[in-house]
């Protein structure tokens, strides 16, 4: 991983490997995040230094060092994630003689990128490919999209079940019927909602990649039409794809809108006090944020995009609304705070679609299942996973 934050995605899934016998260890770029994340799953972190953009120097040194860890790790698969991290972790395996190398695409920012910086991400996500032996995508839609750019032979990468990273906990802790009136109600006293409004989410960081723009657009209209309709908005704003300071400053003066930051106590109280979730963004992967919706029983209105398409069944758990168009997300919007029977039928489809095709177990399970594959295939017997 380049950046070690994006070891959360993986959470729950290293200690399932532990217990059937595979020995794992996670490389990032270094911060207090990694070794936390060492702590919570039991695992041995190794801190390298990945800057997040394209700079030729920094990377050289970057790949030595990748390099010389893998060396002395000597592991069985390198499993490699991001685009970053899956180019220099997937030269380096190959340097270091690792037989398994595993590049996991979570999403393709080429897609949205423009000129020179286009160019660049597609070098880099085609030469993480050609040097990977396998390539696993988290949804459909971006595989067909990878295979479309010519980043990657369609014969060499696949999804695993019905496509994420992870699946999602919704027998577990992504259960409403974990979550009362009283959890709900508890989310909205602690930021001024009235215990009857209609409350949309939005879940993410809060940047322009995100339709965070539009959705400032669209809820002008929705609050034109629904006065008493409240706007949950949980991440942090960020320098880097900012939204725009008039965005921003719209944000904050509006009294319907709900800045909440970023929430690091766990998300399901959160969608327990929503009605919808919104996810106006301009690409995706998979997106998280609508598997723990639907999982929680609601609907999602997302934009008709890769990964989107893949988390949001159109017209079955949620609505999907062309891209960059705010009048269309108005509209979606509220007609689902406007038909509670609507909102209830796409809520308990959304449920039902993500307790039977995105279990984590079941997930956890395939994963394994395509190590010992690999490890079969290539001869060896060991069980050690790098990450």
């Known amino acids: 991983m380049t950046v070690a934050k994006s070891l959360g995605f993986l959470r729950g899934q290293i200690g399932f490997m532990k217990e059937r016998g595979v020995e794992v260890s996670a490389i990032a770029s270094p911060d207090d995040g990694l070794e936390a994340f060492g702590r919570l799953e039991g695992i041995r972190t190794y801190a390298v230094e990945m800057p997040r953009r394209i700079t030729p120097v920094r990377d050289v040194v970057a790949l030595a060092r990748l390099w010389r860890r893998l060396r002395r790790l000597r592991p069985d698969i390198v499993h490699a994630h991001t685009p970053k991290g899956g180019l220099l972790g997937t030269v380096a395996a190959a340097l270091a003689g690792v037989r398994i190398r595993i590049y ?3 999403g393709l920012p080429l897609l949205t990128a423009k000129g020179y910086r286009k160019s660049l991400l597609r070098w880099s996500e ?3 490919c050609r040097f990977a032996t396998e390539v696993w995508c988290v949804s459909f ?3 067909d999209e990878a295979v479309r750019e010519g980043l990657c032979p369609s014969a060499k990468i696949r999804v695993l079940r019905s496509g994420s990273i992870n699946g999602v906990d ?4 992504f259960n409403p019927g974990r979550f009362g009136e009283t959890d709900r109600l508890e989310v909205r006293r602690r930021f001024g909602i009235d215990p009857g409004a209609p409350v949309v989410g939005f879940v993410g960081r809060v940047v322009r990649d995100k339709g ?3 959705l400032v657009k669209a809820w002008k209209m929705v609050r034109s039409a629904i006065p008493n309709a409240r706007l949950l908005v949980i991440g942090e704003f960020e320098e880097q794809d900012s939204p725009g300071r008039d965005t921003i400053e719209a944000m904050e003066s509006d009294r319907s809108l709900c800045l909440v930051g970023k929430v690091t106590s766990g998300m399901a109280p959160f ?3 929503m009605d919808l979730l919104a996810l106006p ?5 998979f997106p998280v944020t609508a598997m723990e919706a639907g999982s929680m029983g609601l609907p ?3 934009t008709r995009v890769p990964g989107c398409v893949d988390g949001v069944e159109d017209g079955v758990t949620g609505t999907l609304v062309p891209v960059r168009d705010a009048e269309a997300l108005a509209g979606a919007l509220e007609r689902y705070l406007l038909d509670e029977e609507l909102r209830r039928e796409h809520g308990a489809a959304g449920r039902a679609r993500m307790t039977r095709d995105f279990g984590q177990a079941e997930m956890w399970n395939e994963v394994h299942a395509q190590y010992e594959r690999l490890l079969q295939r290539s001869d060896s017997g060991g069980t050690t996973v790098c990450e």
Not at 170 to 173: L, M, N, P, Q, V
Not at 281 to 285: I, P, W
């Open 141 to 143: 839609s971006v595989r």
């Open 104 to 106: 996991h695409i979570h």
């Open 300 to 302: 999602v209105v997302a």
């Open 170 to 173: 919704s027998r577990g802790y």
């Open 271 to 273: 969608y327990a006090a």
């Open 212 to 214: 965070v723009r539009e």
């Open 126 to 128: 085609a030469a993480a």
């Open 281 to 285: 963004t301009y690409r995706e992967g």
